[in-house]
């Protein structure tokens, strides 16, 4: 088993994702216990629990695990990706430490990781949960052995997200919403957090080529269609922040729809954000808003657009 060590303050974990081979190849179902066992696992199971329970029902670690493993003849399939994952992510992304060192440029000069980055197998992309994350190795997103600089991409953004949660910690919002302005609470906070994920990884793909290779980057390239989904995203966002007192109904569900899975509008919009807060008042000031209220990122360039408009 291989864990990393630490380049400025993440660790990095690939237990999970080498048992799973192990499992995968041998078929010794002893393995499943051992990987539920894992600080991975109990990473992956939290965020679950917390936040994918309709999508990934799981009332233990060990049922999570077979879950994501089985039936085996299903998921063999998938080690080769994973194998070559793990080798490229060792010597690209661990031994240079290139993902953190450009999520740590996205966040405040004083900030340093204290968590794991755990390489895990079938849930999700990635997730960041507390101040650890997770990068699953065998998503479609990472199957193309030419697009392999996905992973680090991905690396930074979920790296991001563990330095956002960890200062954004006393904002959180809460999941017991009944309210307009309870909603618009988790619209600012994730507009924030993924707007700046998102954001953090653009120069990068910039450098390399590599704004082609992911939906989010592809509209941030059309300023028409980038356009059009502002003016839908306002609708939605003034619809909560303007009528803060309304109890919600079963509809508004639907536009929160609309912002993450339909049209990714608090990724794009959410990194224009951040971009235009970055250029216009710079990178200390961009990173100053992840420790207060993510409504000040939304007002800030709000502000800022309406000064251009002047």
Aim: charge should be negative; hydrophobic fraction near 40%; glycine fraction near 4%.
């Amino acid at each position: 088993m291989y864990i990393g060590g630490q380049f400025m303050g993440i660790k990095y974990d690939f237990t999970f994702a080498e048992l799973a081979i192990d499992f995968l190849e041998t078929g010794d179902t002893t393995i499943l216990q051992k990987i539920a066992e894992l600080e991975a696992t109990k990473h992956i199971y939290n965020h679950a629990t917390n936040f994918n329970k309709d999508h990934m029902p799981a009332s233990s670690t060990l049922e999570l695990v077979t879950h994501l493993l089985t039936p085996l003849e299903n998921h063999k399939k998938y080690v080769p990706q994973v194998i070559r994952n793990i080798e490229y992510t060792k010597e690209h992304i661990v031994s240079t430490g290139i993902s953190e060192s450009i999520a740590l440029q996205f966040l405040p000069k004083n900030f340093t990781f204290t968590g794991t980055l755990f390489f895990t197998f079938g849930y999700d992309i990635g997730v960041a949960f507390g101040n650890n994350c997770s990068i699953n190795l065998a998503h479609s997103i990472f199957s193309d052995s030419n697009k392999m600089s996905e992973l680090k991409y991905w690396a930074i953004h979920e790296l991001h997200h563990t330095g956002f949660i960890t200062l954004e910690d006393v904002n959180m919002f809460s999941l017991d919403i009944s309210t307009r302005k309870d909603m618009a609470e988790i619209i600012e906070y994730l507009t924030h957090m993924e707007g700046m994920a998102t954001y953090a990884p653009l120069s990068i793909r910039k450098q390399e080529n590599a704004l082609n290779t992911f939906s989010d980057y592809i509209t941030l390239q059309d300023q028409s269609l980038l356009d059009s989904l502002i003016n839908e995203y306002s609708d939605i966002y003034c619809y909560f922040k303007d009528s803060p007192d309304t109890p919600l109904v079963e509809e508004d569900g639907h536009k929160l729809n609309i912002l993450s899975d339909i049209k990714r509008l608090w990724y794009v919009v959410g990194a224009h954000i951040a971009e235009t807060i970055d250029i216009h008042l710079g990178r200390d000031y961009l990173t100053s808003l992840i420790s207060k209220p993510s409504e000040n990122f939304i007002a800030t360039y709000i502000d800022i657009i309406r000064g251009l408009k002047l």
